[in-house]
């Protein structure tokens, strides 16, 4: 059975949970997973975060939560409809349909909150139920192809930007690939200089330009290529407190997302740099911390993610030397010297 | 040039009490242009009124206001009363004091001030004399009568201009009088408003009124029951002051002190005033005029130790619960009516009082601002509104003093609410001689605040069905258009039949309807 034949019974069993109760002339319940941060909990195992076993309810019964109840069964019809039809749409795009429905959403806000309640009560993504994000993912460099629909594609055939990564990315299929690993870089710029570099040709890489924070998408591709391809994923961002942590969401996933991180987390990934190690060991050119990223690296010193002894090892070293690094610092060294020097350092270290 | 102190006094003693007031109108609350006429329908309506169920008759007033111009005012105020014999015209409106009389009973007015100060007024502004026609009854004649007077202040009294016989159907009092420096005003503190408090406190009189613009307003009466007449009660000893006891000594035709205390006061026996006698030592067996102002001093100081029975009540005649409903009804057409009168009780020792309270809300209670409806509180003594220096009132302070949130009034100032407390006693402790605001004494703070309490403890119950039924509605409308609407999509996503659903919606829908919510008692 396939993905979407998956999708299509889970929806059709909650319209059959009601009409079940209906029968037994009871009153119709849906039991969604809650989403409080109290019902976040972090998987030592799985490392990453998931839900708890608390459960919120959608009663028939109750006056404020029957129009929630409503909104989810039409919402479930809409992905349904997608979904057989082959079509996606944005959460958006949905909001808009929703003005012919006989419930209305106060706001966008109230509908994407609908989209998430039917993800954690089915364990579905969103993406599954055809309701894509707007945003790309991130730019792939590198020799891997795939199949999107019907287009072919090579990703070190696809311009100097490379292929963008769709949002419909679990539709896309590996076909082939001729790569060892994949490194990850927080910026457009890390990722030009190192297509310039030829950095794919020296490491045998797939080059992933993030632009910032790692869409879910992206964060689709990564752990794809990781458990499908049994690639090893590095990330190299800035070196202060907000590289790490986009690092960190792919690695284990956010606590936002919780419901479906099973499906987003790459616990296999690993954080290459910039460290504050690197910073002292290259004698990097650097800022001084702010007053917020002190603030948050002290967030993240207590956060369950960081919890093994290297990350609050350069957390604490970061913090004792007070300052911070760019990717792009290593331009001190001249624009080779990260491809040439740094980055085959780096992962000798790693591997 | 200098003046002699003897010619100086001279002068002072001459000051009649019409010059007197003459010199200081403010004193009988003319002051300001909105105010002055208020006062003057203060004093008329009152007078009217008071002398109407003296005499049994249901009153029935018509006032027809003119303006000539800007500030320049005509009034003729009719009543239906028995009318004022001839000889006493000038007395009334023409005298200061000609009314005054040491009397304890329960009265709307109380000064004798009223009417001749209304023409006093007149006079001063316009310099037109007053035109009063009466009709009254000498044996079985109906006799009428119309004079043109001014008033004299020199001699405080009137001068008559003009007097003439004339036909008149019934008896009655029609006074006619110029106003200048007097304001016509729909506020709170206008002469409108005061009519329309006075017929929530007096539903059993009938009120016409033709305001300046020609606008009739008619205000019938809710109840055609006079009130009781309240009878006169002797002073409860400890109401009274050495003062007072001095001026009954002057006054009276007992022979003993004795005598006069048991006579002039309620609550003494000869036993108590054997007491008395044991304890201060005076020899009460001496005439009256001997007392002298220590001794006085030294009973009074007596009764205050002493245990005296509280004083009879029955000279307090209160408006009741009921005609209060009625009157608050037929004004204010409210969706929610509560009221209640309190049993007697007494301040500063000796002087009884009743507290009577209301509250309406919804339909026109309050009072409109702008767009809002804003809380309204109606003050009244014996069933005169009190429309003035509301600040000072105990009645203000007592319902500010209340927590209104814990009886679901969020915000006094900001509820359609209207509150109506009316204070009945002999003696109110006015704060002022404008009469306007009652004295914050501790028991009558305790008493109106013990009263509205309870009448507010009910509209809260009346609000909060009220809520909670409109809840109850939203509640049913919800289920009834969302169920069918989840269980058709939810067979459209099962891809079966709708099933039958009627038990379910049954089930969720099943609270009883709102019908209406009934004051309990």
């Known amino acids: ?351 | 040039m200098e003046r002699e102190a003897a010619e100086l006094f001279e002068e002072f003693k001459e000051l009649t009490a019409s010059e007197f007031f003459r010199r200081n109108k403010q004193m009988l609350g003319f002051s300001g242009k909105i105010r002055s006429l208020t006062i003057v329908f203060h004093e008329l309506i009152t007078n009217s009124l008071d002398a109407a169920e003296e005499a049994g008759i249901l009153p029935e007033i018509k006032i027809d206001l003119k303006r000539l111009e800007k500030d320049h005012y005509i009034l003729k105020h009719q009543d239906n009363g028995p009318g004022i014999p001839e000889h006493y015209i000038t007395r009334v409106f023409s005298t200061m004091f000609a009314g005054s009389k040491f009397r304890n009973i329960q009265s709307r007015g109380q000064q004798g001030l009223g009417c001749s100060g209304c023409v006093l007024l007149s006079q001063m502004t316009t310099g037109k004399p007053a035109k009063v026609v009466s009709g009254w009854y000498e044996g079985e004649k109906l006799k009428g009568v119309e004079m043109v007077f001014k008033m004299d202040v020199k001699t405080n009294q009137g001068l008559i201009l003009s007097r003439k016989e004339v036909e008149v159907d019934s008896t009655g009092v029609k006074v006619e009088l110029h106003f200048k420096d007097v304001s016509y005003s729909l506020s709170e503190q206008g002469a409108y408003e005061y009519i329309r408090r006075t017929m929530i406190a007096n539903p059993h009189c009938k009120i016409t009124f033709r305001d300046p613009t020609g606008h009739k307003y008619i205000f019938d009466r809710a109840d055609k029951g006079i009130p009781p007449l309240p009878k006169e009660v002797l002073p409860h000893p400890k109401g009274v002051t050495a003062d007072d006891l001095i001026f009954m000594a002057k006054h009276t035709d007992k022979r003993r002190f004795r005598s006069l205390l048991t006579s002039n006061l309620s609550r003494m026996s000869t036993k108590r005033v054997k007491e008395i006698e044991e304890i201060t030592g005076i020899d009460l067996n001496k005439r009256p005029k001997d007392m002298k102002w220590e001794e006085a001093e030294t009973i009074v100081e007596t009764f205050a130790k002493m245990d005296f029975m509280a004083p009879p009540t029955s000279g307090l005649i209160p408006i009741g619960k009921e005609q209060i409903d009625k009157g608050m009804r037929e004004i204010l057409t409210p969706e929610f009516i509560s009221s209640i009168t309190r049993k007697p009780k007494t301040f500063r020792g000796g002087i009884s009082f009743v507290v009577e309270a209301g509250i309406s809300y919804g339909g026109d209670s309050g009072r409109m601002v702008g767009e809002q409806r804003k809380a309204e509180i109606m003050r009244f003594a014996n069933r005169v509104p009190l429309t003035f220096d509301q600040g000072s009132c105990a009645i203000t302070e007592a319902l500010k003093s209340i927590d209104w949130k814990r009886y679901g009034v969020r915000d006094l100032d900001n509820a359609p609410i209207t509150v109506f407390v009316n204070i009945v006693s002999t003696n109110v402790p006015y704060l002022s001689t404008g009469k306007q605001s009652v004295a914050p004494e501790p028991e009558i703070l305790h008493e109106v605040r013990q009263a509205t309490m309870k009448v507010a403890r009910k509209m809260q119950k009346y609000i909060r069905a009220k809520r909670a039924a409109k809840e109850e509605a939203l509640r049913s409308k919800v289920f009834e258009s969302l169920v069918p609407v989840i269980i058709r999509e939810a067979a459209l996503l099962a891809e079966q039949d709708v099933p039958e659903y009627d038990a379910v919606l049954a089930k969720v829908t099943r609270r009883t309807k709102y019908e209406g919510v009934v004051e309990d008692e």
């Open chain 1, 1 to 351: 059975m396939n993905k979407k034949d998956i999708t299509v019974n889970k929806l059709k069993s909650l319209g059959e949970t009601i009409l079940e109760d209906v029968g037994k002339n009871k009153v119709p319940t849906i039991k969604v997973p809650s989403r409080g941060t109290s019902n976040i909990v972090y998987d030592e195992k799985k490392r990453y975060y998931v839900l708890g076993d608390r459960y919120g309810k959608r009663s028939l019964g109750n006056v404020k939560q029957i129009s929630k109840m409503a909104q989810m069964v039409y919402v479930a019809n809409f992905c349904k409809d997608l979904i057989r039809r082959g079509k996606t749409a944005t959460l958006r795009e949905m909001y808009y349909v929703s003005e012919g429905w006989d419930v209305d959403f106060g706001d966008q806000q109230e509908s994407n909150i609908v989209g998430e309640d039917l993800e954690v009560t089915l364990g579905m993504t969103r993406e599954d139920l055809g309701l894509m994000p707007e945003e790309d993912g991130a730019s792939v460099y590198g020799n891997i192809v795939i199949q999107d629909d019907d287009v072919e594609i090579n990703a070190l055939k696809s311009g100097k930007s490379g292929y963008t990564i769709s949002p419909t990315i679990d539709e896309v299929e590996f076909v082939d690939h001729d790569v060892k690993r994949v490194i990850a870089v927080e910026t457009m710029g890390m990722f030009h200089r190192m297509v310039q570099e030829e950095a794919y040709k020296k490491f045998d890489t797939l080059i992933v330009g993030l632009k910032g924070q790692a869409a879910r998408a992206t964060r689709r591709f990564l752990k794809r290529v990781n458990e499908e391809l049994n690639l090893p994923v590095y990330i190299c961002n800035d070196g202060d407190p907000w590289g790490f942590h986009i690092a960190m969401v792919i690695i284990s996933g956010s606590a936002k997302l919780a419901h479906v991180n099973h499906q987003l987390a790459t616990p296999n990934a690993k954080f290459l740099g910039v460290t504050a190690s690197d910073i002292i060991n290259y004698d990097l050119p650097t800022d001084p911390l702010k007053d917020i990223d002190v603030l948050r690296l002290k967030e993240l010193s207590k956060d369950p993610r960081y919890r093994d002894d290297a990350w609050q090892m350069e957390i604490k070293k970061m913090l004792k030397i007070g300052k911070k690094a760019e990717q792009q610092s290593f331009s001190k060294y001249g624009l080779e010297y990260v491809v040439d020097t740094y980055l085959p350092e780096k992962l000798e270290q790693m591997e």
